[in-house]
């Protein structure tokens, strides 16, 4: 139990293009889901909090403009990388806070190269 | 400003051999603790969590927590070569934090065969 999913798990685009990342927790609600990036070799960084029906909130020094998140339902939350540069390639995860309970579960990452 | 420390490492320890993972954290009001396991170029994956003061079991793994000292460890027993990853300690923010989780830095694990 408690999957997530991301999709796609890769993607190379050109610079400038805009990039939609999508998060489901497939055998659970999920009324917060929450936004990572990762580069190599460093930490996870949180970009935003997305909660279920409402705008998202971002973490200081992020570009709400450029990363827009919908969180539509219970089981979906997207991340969309708009105008996206080459220093936007990184690793980004999602998580998935299940209902009721304090535990987040990640999805598997999405790799985006920005060429 | 709530805060996580661990020891990054590398820790390294012999196949079958105890691995001992320490955390402490800054906020005394919290209640979640999570240990997470992040292979390299690979997303967290929960391995334990545990809300209450004492030991939880799950298999080869032990969390255990000290409230009063601010403490939270995971051993691994009969540690295995696959076990050789980051582990990460994190803490719930709670709802006034936006049930953020505070995560330490990681400690990186190497079990050698």
């Known amino acids: 139990g408690a999957v997530v999913s991301q999709h796609p798990s890769r993607v190379i685009c050109k610079s400038g293009t805009s990039v939609k990342i999508e998060c489901r927790s497939l055998?659970?609600?999920?009324?917060?889901m929450f936004w990572y990036r990762q580069f190599p070799k460093q930490s996870l960084m949180l970009m935003a909090t997305s909660n279920e029906g409402s705008k998202a909130t971002y973490e200081q020094g992020v570009e709400k403009d450029k990363f827009l998140i919908n969180h539509a339902s219970l089981t979906l939350s997207t991340l969309t990388v708009t105008s996206a540069h080459p220093e936007d390639s990184s690793f980004y995860i999602c998580?998935?806070?299940?209902?009721?309970?304090?535990?987040?579960?990640f999805g598997p990452g999405t790799r985006l190269t920005v060429l | 400003q709530k805060e996580v420390e661990q020891n990054s490492g590398p820790l390294s320890v012999p196949e079958g051999a105890i691995a001992s993972l320490n955390c402490t954290y800054s906020?005394?009001?919290?209640?979640?603790f999570f240990w997470y396991r992040q292979y390299s170029g690979k997303s967290p994956e929960l391995i334990m969590f545990i809300y209450s003061n004492g030991d939880k079991e799950d298999g080869r793994f032990t969390a255990q927590l000290n409230k009063a000292s601010q403490y939270v460890s995971l051993l691994i027993r009969d540690s295995q070569p696959s076990d050789s990853a980051t582990y990460l300690c994190a803490v719930d923010g709670g709802s006034e934090y936006g049930n953020k989780l505070v995560f330490g830095a990681g400690t990186i694990l190497r079990v050698k065969s």
């Open positions: 055998d659970f609600q999920a009324t917060t």
């Open positions: 998580s998935a806070r299940l209902y009721l309970t304090d535990t987040q579960y």
């Open positions: 906020d005394r009001g919290s209640q979640s």
